[in-house]
Structure formats: C-alpha cells, structure tokens
C-alpha cells in the first residue's frame, strides 16, 4: 500500500508515519514529489490497520497496491527516476542519451575506430561486449578481460562512458571495475540469483528485456534488483519473440509508454536487437525516440560484413551518423535533446 501525505504534512508526521509501519515489521520508501509526500509500504500488509493509517495526522489517503511490483512502480514513485552513467550521461532526464558500439569488443583499432565515431556523433556511451552470450557455443565468445580493457581504453580516449554485459555473479566484480553501467542480458533476466547480486553493488544496471518475458515479469526482474538495495537501474526494450519471422525478434514500442505509465524507471531501446537487419534499424531508433525512449542502444561496427557476432544488424559509419541526425531532429519536436555532434 501507499501512504500519501498531505501536502502540508510536517516532518514530525511524516516520521510517525514511518515508525508506526516499521513497528509492524515493515518495510517504508519515502518519496518526495514536487506536492507531496508518498510512503510505500513494502511487506504483508494485513499487519497494519489501513483505517487507523488514514486518520494520522498529516495523511491524506492510503491506496492499496494491485501490482506485485512496488519499488518499480510509479505508484511508489510518481517522479521519473534519472541514472546517472559515467561523468556525463543522465539517462531518464530530458535527454535523449545514446549508447552505441560493437556487438563484441574484437581489436584495439576497431574499437578505437568505433569510439572516434560514436564520440563525433554526439553520443555519450559506448557499448562493446566482452562476455558474450552466443547461442552457439562454436561462437565467438568475446575476448573477456581483454575485451574490458581495450573498451576502457578506447573510451577514455573520448570521453565516452562504457555499458557492457556480465552473464555471470563471478564477472560481476571485475567487470564493474571498467564499466560505467553494467548489462543484463535478455537471456540472464530471469536469472535470480544474478539479479540479487547486482542489486548489491551500486553500478547502474541496464536491464534488458527477457526474449519472451511479458512486462510484468520484467518489472519483477527490476523489483529484485531495486529490492537489492541498487536504485540504479535503466530498463531496455530488445524485441521478444513471436511468431513473426520476418524480423529477427518483434519489437514491442508499445513497451515504451506502458512501462512509463506503470515506472518510474527510465526506459531505452535496442533496435539492433530488436529487428536484426541494419535496413530496418534506423527507421525503428526514429520510432523509439518519437515514442519517448530516454534513449537508444545501437550496435556499429567499422565492417560490418566482417564483423565476429551480429554483424547483419550492426550499421555502418555513415548509417549510424545520418540515424543520429535524424534522431536529433524528433528529439528536438518533442521537446527533448541529444548530444551534439563534435
Ligand atoms: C547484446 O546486447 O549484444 C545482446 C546479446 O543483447 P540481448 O541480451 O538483448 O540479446
Ligand atoms: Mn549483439
């Protein structure tokens, strides 16, 4: 349940309010909006007496929760939750923040090549993996730490913050050594255990979403991370499966404005992932900013043709700079901005 203070509500108030759910053996997330004051009240519910509550000093209402995901919720959090990535990138805000790069981080010239480009475009985040989670185990699987550090090299170099996936809780350690925002993967979104672990370390999380998870399930995934005790996490619509064949996965745009009616939590697109043929990948970054992505994740690559993992759905130099282009331009009709091209 929530508890919504008056708009007047003294601090006094607000902490009864407090101490009288945490002696029920609850848990309290205060939210401080622009009018008001929201307590979310997290636990079994049938501890507390609603119509007791509702006669406090200070309250205006108690509403009951539906969802079975709290901490997610707008609900809980009327005000859009922003995540800071690296010095630079506030995805959430009025900007749109671009994250692009490589499938697979493979050579120091290509990924200097890639971050040169992505730095000139106007974006603030490069993405490369060096844990890849491939289908085939015959593969490439990324070149690991290696693949970190010449991500983190590269990006320095321009003054990029890096995104980059961990499959497992073992990688989790090193891999937040070199990167800015730490990827879950749309096959790792349910995995739990994963999920409780990142939620652990205070790294931004961009959490994609599950190949056939429905929108609830996903929020629950962001529930356990939120849970956690990381309030950082960014979620990424990557298409799900259907029985659409045409394109390599179905991307759901409608994800972008129901996830902002029902979160408060940021949420990009991934149209690379989403289609899986670079012809239809800009057309899909214009669709997702013009419905209110904060942002995008787009894979690139020097040579497409010759690339090592998801080479026919990365786009080239030029491909890249003229979607960034027209990308600013719907940004800027409704009302929000990208990163100037250098
Ligand atoms: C990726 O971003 O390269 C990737 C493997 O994405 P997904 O988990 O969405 O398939
Ligand atoms: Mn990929």
Redesign the pocket.
């Known amino acids: 349940m929530i508890i919504v203070c008056e708009p007047r509500a003294t601090e006094a108030q607000i902490s009864a309010l407090q101490q009288v759910v945490r002696q029920a053996g609850l848990q309290v997330h205060r939210s401080d909006g622009t009018d008001y004051t929201i307590l979310g009240v997290i636990g079994d519910r049938g501890r507390l007496n609603r119509d007791s509550l509702a006669l406090m000093p200070g309250v205006r209402d108690v509403v009951a929760v539906s969802t079975p995901y709290k901490l997610s919720s707008r609900d809980f959090n009327p005000n859009d939750t922003v995540v800071p990535v690296g010095e630079s990138a506030r995805v959430g805000g009025t900007d749109i923040e671009v994250m692009a790069g490589p499938?697979?981080v493979e050579s120091a010239e290509q990924i200097e090549a890639v971050a040169e480009h992505v730095a000139r475009c106007g974006a603030r985040i490069m993405?490369g993996?060096a844990f890849?989670?491939r289908s085939s185990p015959y593969s490439f699987q990324g070149l690991g730490v290696e693949g970190l550090k010449l991500l983190r090299q590269a990006a320095d170099r321009h003054r990029l913050a890096v995104v980059t996936?961990v499959m497992t809780i073992e990688q989790i350690e090193i891999v937040a050594q070199y990167a800015d925002l730490i990827?879950i993967?749309?096959?790792n979104m349910q995995n739990y255990p994963l999920l409780t672990a990142i939620g652990q370390s205070q790294k931004p999380v961009l959490l994609?979403r599950g190949?056939s998870a429905t929108i609830q399930e996903w929020l629950m995934s962001a529930e356990y991370i939120l849970s956690s005790g990381n309030p950082n996490v960014i979620l990424?619509e990557?298409g799900i499966r259907t029985f659409e064949t045409a394109t390599r996965n179905t991307l759901d745009l409608a994800a972008v404005p129901v996830i902002k009616s029902l979160s408060h939590l940021p949420i990009i697109v991934?149209p690379s992932?989403g289609v899986g043929d670079r012809r239809f990948v800009a057309a899909m970054a214009r669709a997702a900013v013009a419905a209110g992505a904060d942002g995008l994740?787009v894979?690139i690559h020097p040579d497409p043709d010759k690339a090592l993992?998801?080479g026919p759905q990365s786009l080239t130099f030029a491909e890249f700079e003229s979607m960034m282009n027209r990308c600013r331009i719907i940004g800027t009709t409704i009302g929000r901005r990208m990163g100037r091209a250098r």
């Open positions: 499938c697979a993405r993996g890849k989670p996936e990827q993967g749309a096959r994609k190949i990424c990557r991934d992932h994740l894979e993992s998801d």
